[in-house]
């Protein structure tokens, strides 16, 4: 087990591969049990989307582009939604995660108030089911139940599920292993996501992120981070969509 | 103990609460039992996760997928990593199987219809019975020497299953039709004819640096796009250049939202874009001889006709445009063109396809890099990839037949006829003069509540089957489907519950004493039979000893490809013609662009609440229609988004809410298929409207097909609003100004 | 009496139906406080060994655990086969019964019972006795694997530490509470990980 605490998991998401397909959007509903989002939920604004795929116009027909951010909890380093959950049902853990705890959480909702991503989602209902829909519900997650909190979570019991049959069957789980990769990574037609473990410096997400951070800025980085100015040091790092039309113009 | 009325209030009311509260202690009393199985299958262990590998039926490229099952229930799925169309990866459609599989408005047993047509009134029979009542009809109709008058019509099917349905079709003498409600034909023969061959060819988009497409929305429904989608990740960010993408098209769709140009042309003028394109270079003389002879016959004068400066404004793009796309496709090394949906569906369509897939000539790329890669034949003789549908007018024909009488049983597999086939076909109506109408839908759709018969087919996670790929890879691919577990309904014994449709057809063919020439009782041992046949090639992705270990290994991996067995290399041009100008019809004030919904396509998909509930990429709009319009033109007319609108051509109509944006040409609506069925589940019936059933009767001057872009249609509030079901907020998301983008962009054309 | 005497003042009749009022609801929340935290504790003490089961459930089958392991001595791992691979230890299918009971106990009215069940093909419903909420992922292999290699003892000698002495029960009945402080306890001595996702996603 000591091996497995000093990593810390971190996504790179290439808007410029990204479509906007949602691909990763079913994925996600498949993977972690969440209700299905009906009419009425979406009308109330309580649909559950762990990731989703936010969609921006610029400028007017026909001169108009439509940009797509896949957006998912960005399990920041530090995270705003952390200091004041009044039960500690969300904290970091060692292997950077921001993690949801659903039997502690007592749906105060100030984490969902603080998060300036909007990734986090309050069951208002009892999730439901027609019976026969039942079956395919992952065994590996928690169906969270009425008043609680709950987001993306990395698809931690991917993590938890591949490192213990690694060390079950004694080999090392390496990055990008589909057993240890989210859903919607796994899922990604254009390889949009890329996964891993930000402490091997090896791994392909460690280089992903070094290539683009090293010229943050410069017209070489691509490398940003969702609403950076905030100081949440999110453990999700975009990298800029290429427009030649943009001009020199980039971020902030 | 006598009680008095308060007595008994106040003991009935505490008993009552104290019940309530304490029930909440408890833990349900299913929690509280183990089952002890008869036998433990190895996929029935608890805990335990198998991956069993087979093919994707959600759209119509079969995809190698792998399904996670745990004790006996299938969980998730996911790409099949040695695939070679999706290698791992796949459409967001693919997952939602599952919830087609456990779906709760399945067909549990075979039904014959008690009410009226359409009524919903059902009664189970065993399978004896129904097969023996559809095996009465066909009997009677062969006693007759009628046998004609069967009619079996399914979706593309191709592999084992198309081959079994043909047969079928074709011993006992029935009509067989294939039905697809955005029709592949008019690109389909394009493509034959521009490369000579009758499957589609792979695009090498991966290595392409310039990609010219037309009307295709190839990332999100056209044709194959998991595997386009995964060569468009390596196009954009996998080479050290960066290539480029311009879509030219009537609509921005997702495929235009990604590109670095979008065209906006005018319906149906894609085709003369393209043949503008080849003018521009012919006269530039960036072109071989040989080339421009076979593609204009040796005389190339005709095409000045065609030159940008004369078609510039028909298109309604400018001059400049045209050359400018010219230059740059004549100067890039791997460029690439692709076209189709909007493109195809037009009066000229044909036309307008083969001069857009005849730019790979001029690219001269066919069998290179970064170009068109060519097919060879199926490996398996006799074994074909699904055909293209039978056009709109050769179904038009068949309900003239309908009318006249000549229908007398009507088997219908996977196509939904009721729902697809526009009103002005006539069909809902003529189909009160076919006797019998069998359905083989596995849910009720707007086809199967209109049977009289229902034979309830295994979904195909429980079925077993093969495909040749639609869109192959370039060489030999098989892909194999097996059951990922037992029927669902397995509990209700032999005689109710479902079967497979492949099975089905045997099982009439063995009680009608039919010699289909497949020596196998069962269609699991049809497609055994033909494995010995690749076992025998001993070559390709499976290596094997014996031919049982080939069998494993093969549907261990979910197919079998031999990556040195590969297409021809190259292609004669086919000569061009000139393109007509589109026929466009009724009186509206918008041009109607219809396009497929991300996660319904045709409309197949929307019985699945995940489907449903998949925010479109465009205007990330869920479980609804609606209607896509110029949000400055919206303004002038005092639409504004969720204001229920009538759209109707030529005096049909169907209600959609408006979802004005910035992206829509001023001149244009565009709607989404897949809505407004009849049934279909509790998840879709009566739910949006059916586009499909107002559309004009335009047909492609070549193969008949449906021109389903072809429509004028007008605008009308009704006064009513409803909420668009969207994940977003009603804040508009502009950027606050112009040189501050809302995602951070840099125009760094750098790896 | 001296000027500024605190003096009350006699409530009005009003004050009177005010207070009374009052009264009544502060009685209410009283009631209302008691029976939550009846509804607490009793929820969280609802399990079997403090509602004073000192026996374990019956079983629809007496299956002796006393016969087979003590008697017999057969291991755990021969009809929990699970145990050493997955997370769930898993119970046997009623086949694996049938190896030796298609020949032995000929004339015992529970083997009838199990062969009846076993020949009209329906399968076994056991009383669960060991239940860990759905939110809480708890993983047989782990345990068995870390305990043995640490203790060097076998795979089946690892179950009773928290199962008890199984072999010695009759009916098999919960003996450790097997509540969140007995894990992170344990989870603490043997310096297990005690990140609350070790268990809960």
Redesign the interface.
């Known amino acids: 087990m000591a091996d497995s605490q000093d990593r810390k998991w971190g996504m790179v998401v ?4 990204c ?5 990763c ?3 996600c ?3 972690n049990n969440i209700p ?5 939920h ?2 109330q ?1 309580r ?1 559950i ?1 762990w990731i ?11 001169n ?6 896949p957006v998912m909890c960005q399990q920041c380093g530090n995270a705003p939604c952390e200091p004041v959950c009044p039960v500690y049902a969300t904290y970091h853990n060692e292997e950077g995660l921001n993690v949801q705890v659903y039997n502690r959480c007592i749906g105060t909702r100030f984490c969902a108030n603080g998060c300036p991503y909007h990734v986090r989602f309050f069951n208002f209902w009892e999730p439901e089911w ?10 590996d997650v928690t169906v969270r139940s009425r008043g609680i909190m709950e987001k993306c979570s990395f698809c931690v019991q991917r993590i938890r599920r591949s490192t213990r049959e690694g060390e079950r069957d004694e080999v090392q789980v390496e990055d990008g292993d ?1 057993a240890l990769s989210p ?1 919607c990574v ?7 996501l890329t996964f891993g473990d930000f402490n091997n410096d090896s791994s392909q997400v460690s280089m992903m992120k070094e290539e683009a951070m090293a010229n943050r800025g410069k ?2 980085g ?1 490398g ?1 981070r969702l609403l950076d100015n905030l100081g949440t040091e999110a453990n999700v790092i ?1 990298l ?13 | 103990m006598a009680l008095n009325r308060r007595q008994f209030l106040t003991l009935m009311g505490g008993s009552a609460g104290a019940a309530v ?2 029930q ?4 349900p009393e299913k ?10 299958p190895e996929d029935l ?4 996760d198998n991956w069993y590998a087979t093919s994707c039926r959600q759209c119509d490229t079969a995809e190698g997928i792998v399904v996670r099952v ?1 004790e006996g ?7 099949n ?1 040695d695939y070679p169309i ?1 290698v ?6 693919c ?2 199987g ?2 087609g ?4 408005d ?1 067909i549990s047993s075979p039904l014959v219809r008690t009410g009226p047509r359409g009524s919903g009134e059902y009664r189970e029979i065993s399978w004896e019975d129904a097969i023996g009542r559809l095996t009465n009809e066909l009997q009677n109709l062969e006693a007759s020497g009628d046998q004609s008058q069967a009619v079996l019509v399914t979706n593309p099917i191709g592999g084992h299953l198309g081959l079994v349905a043909d047969k079928f079709a074709d011993v006992f003498g029935a009509r067989r039709f294939t039905y697809e409600p955005l029709e592949t034909s008019v690109v389909r023969k394009a493509l034959s004819d521009v490369f000579g061959q009758n499957s589609m060819p792979d695009f090498d988009i991966d290595n392409s640096d310039y990609l010219l497409s037309f009307g295709a929305d190839f ?2 429904t056209w044709a194959s ?2 595997r386009y ?2 060569g ?2 390596e196009f ?2 996998g080479h050290d250049h ?1 290539g ?1 993408l311009v879509h030219i098209d009537s609509r ?1 769709s ?1 495929t235009a ?2 590109a ?1 140009e ?1 065209i ?1 042309v005018n319906p149906g003028t894609e085709g003369l874009f393209a043949l503008a394109v080849i003018q521009s270079i012919v006269s530039k003389g960036h072109i071989s001889d040989s080339v421009v002879n076979a593609l204009t016959g040796g005389d190339s004068g005709w095409l000045s006709t065609y030159s940008p400066e004369n078609v510039s404004e028909e298109i309604g793009v400018t001059p400049e445009t045209i050359l400018h796309v010219g230059e740059d496709f004549s100067h890039s090394n791997h460029a690439l063109a692709i076209g189709g949906g909007s493109a195809a569906a037009h009066s000229n369509g044909y036309a307008s396809v083969k001069a857009i897939f005849s730019l790979n000539h001029v690219a001269d790329n066919v069998g290179k890099k970064g170009g068109v890669i060519l097919n060879p034949d199926s490996p398996i003789g006799g074994l074909e990839a699904a055909p293209s549908g039978n056009s709109f007018a050769e179904f038009q024909r068949l309900t003239e037949d309908m009318q006249s009488g000549t229908v007398k049983v009507l088997m219908v597999r996977g196509a939904d006829l009721f729902y697809g086939l526009p009103d002005t076909s006539g069909f809902k109506g003529r189909s009160a003069n076919v006797p019998m109408i069998v359905s083989f839908g596995g849910m009720m759709d707007d086809t199967t509540s209109m049977a009289d018969l229902i034979l309830p087919e295994h979904h195909y996670l429980e079925d077993w089957g093969t495909d040749i790929p639609l869109a192959g890879v370039g060489y030999e691919l098989v892909g194999f489907q097996q059951p990922v577990v037992r029927p ?1 309904f397995e509990d209700r014994g032999d005689n109710l519950g479902t079967k497979g449709f492949g099975d089905v057809l045997l099982a009439l063919a063995q009680v009608m004493q039919m010699d289909l020439g497949l020596n196998a009782d069962t269609f699991k041992e049809v497609i055994r039979e033909s494995a010995r046949e690749l076992y025998a090639l001993g070559r390709g992705s499976i290596n094997a000893p014996t031919f049982e270990a080939f069998w494993n290994g093969v549907l261990q991996r979910g197919g079998w490809w031999d990556v040195n067995a590969k297409g021809p290399s190259s292609a004669e041009p086919d000569r061009l013609d000139g393109i007509s100008s589109p026929v466009i019809t009724g009186s509206g004030e918008f041009n109607l662009m219809p396009f497929a919904s ?2 319904l396509l045709d409309g197949r998909n929307a019985s699945l ?7 479109d ?2 205007s ?1 709009a ?3 229609t609606w209607v896509e319009m ?3 033109v919206a303004e002038e007319r005092g639409i504004k988004e969720g204001d229920v609108v009538t759209v109707s051509a030529s005096g049909r109509s169907i209600t959609a809410l408006a979802m004005p ?6 001149d244009a609506v565009s709607i989404p298929f897949g809505q407004g069925h009849r049934d279909g589940g ?1 998840y879709s019936a009566g739910r949006g409207g059916n586009l499909m059933a107002i559309l004009d009767a335009v047909h492609d001057e070549t193969t008949g097909a449906l021109a389903w872009a072809a429509n004028k249609v007008s605008v009308t509030p009704t006064g009513e609003w409803v ?1 668009v ?5 009603t804040v ?4 606050r100004d112009e ?1 501050n ?10 790896h | 009496m001296i000027p500024g005497d605190f003096q009350p003042q006699r409530p009005t009749s009003r004050q009177m139906v005010k207070l009374g009022v009052l009264g009544v609801v502060a009685l209410g929340v009283f009631v209302a406080i008691v ?1 939550g935290l009846t ?1 607490h504790i ?2 969280w003490l ?1 399990q079997p060994v403090v509602f004073a089961r000192s026996e374990g459930p019956d079983q629809p089958i007496a299956f002796p655990h006393t016969t087979h392991v003590q008697e017999l001595g057969m291991d755990c791992t021969f009809c929990h086969r ?1 145990v050493e ?4 230890a ?7 019964c049938m190896t030796c009971h298609s020949a032995v106990g000929d004339d015992l009215d529970e083997i009838e019972k199990m062969r009846s069940l ?1 020949e009209d ?8 006795v060991h ?1 860990v909420p759905d939110h809480v992922h708890f993983v047989h292999e782990a345990h068995i694997r870390y305990f043995s290699e640490k203790d060097g003892i076998e795979p089946s000698q690892v179950c009773q530490t928290c199962h008890g002495d199984v072999k010695e029960m009759e009916k098999v009945k919960q003996v450790e509470t097997l509540k969140m402080g007995d894990c992170v306890s344990c989870h603490k001595e043997n310096s297990a990980p005690t990140d609350c996702a070790t268990c809960h996603y």
């Open positions: 290439d808007i410029d591969r479509t906007g397909c949602n691909g959007v079913v994925a509903q498949s993977e299905n989002n009906l009419e009425e979406f009308n604004r649909a989307q989703r795929i936010e969609r921006y116009w610029e400028g007017e027909y026909p108009v582009k439509a940009r797509f951010i027609p019976e026969s829909l039942k079956n395919q519900l992952n065994p589909r859903a796994n899922a990604c037609p254009t390889t949009a017209k070489e691509r940003y975009y800029k969509k290429v427009d030649n039309s943009a001009g020199a113009v980039h971020g902030h | 509260f304490f909440a202690c408890g833990i929690e509280l039992l183990i089952d002890s199985p008869i036998e433990m262990v608890t805990g335990i745990m229930r299938a969980k998730k799925i996911e790409g990593v999706n791992g990866k796949h459409s967001p459609r997952e939602a599952v919830q599989l456990y779906h709760p399945r990332l999100s796009p998991t989608s995964r468009y990740g954009r960010q960066r480029k921005f997702t939202a990604n670095d979008w906006r669902f991300a996660s609440p995940w489907m449903q509930a998949m925010p990429p465009i990330t869920t479980w609804q110029n949000h400055k944006n910035p992206a829509t040409p001023p509790r909420r079901p969207k994940f977003e907020n508009p998301d502009f950027p040189h983008h809302v995602i951070e962009l840099t125009s760094e054309d750098t | 029976l509804f009793s929820a609802g699970n691979k997955e997370a769930a898993s119970v046997p299918a009623t086949g694996l076993y093909g329906r399968s076994i419903h056991w009383v669960r239940r």
